[in-house]
C-alpha cells in the first residue's frame, strides 16, 4: 500500500508540500467534527444542529468521494469516506436526539 502523502515524482516541492497540508487539515477537521457527534450520542443534545446543513454536507463528501474514485485520487475518496461517516452520525443522531 502507498502513503497518499508521498511525493508524486512529477510533483514539484511545493505540490508535494500543498499535498501534505491538505491531508494534514482533512484529518485535522475530521477530529475536529468528533466533539459534534460525541454530543449527540452520549449526550443525547442534538438541539440547533441544522439537518439541512448536515445533509449538505453528506451530499458534498459523496460527490467528492465520487470524483476522487474517478480521479484515483487517495487523497480525495479516503478522506470522503471518514467524511461520509462523520455526515450519517451526525445526521441520525438528529433524527434520534433531536
Known amino acids: ?6 511525493t ?10 500543498l499535498r501534505r497540508l ?3 487539515m482533512s484529518l485535522f477537521t475530521m477530529l475536529m467534527t ?5 454530543i449527540i450520542w452520549v449526550g443525547h443534545q442534538a438541539a440547533g444542529v441544522s439537518l439541512l446543513s448536515w445533509g ?3 451530499l458534498s463528501a459523496l460527490l467528492w468521494f465520487w470524483y476522487g474514485l474517478r ?6 475518496y479516503l ?3 471518514g467524511w461520509v461517516g462523520l455526515d450519517i452520525a451526525v445526521i ?4 434520534v436526539y433531536g
Open 1 to 6: 500500500m502507498s502513503d497518499p502523502t508521498a
Open 8 to 17: 508524486i515524482p512529477s510533483e514539484s516541492p511545493s505540490e508535494a508540500w
Open 22 to 24: 491538505l491531508g494534514t
Open 34 to 38: 468528533v466533539p459534534q457527534v460525541w
Open 56 to 58: 449538505a454536507y453528506l
Open 71 to 76: 480521479k484515483g485520487d487517495r487523497n480525495i
Open 79 to 81: 478522506a470522503c469516506l
Open 92 to 95: 441520525a443522531g438528529t433524527l
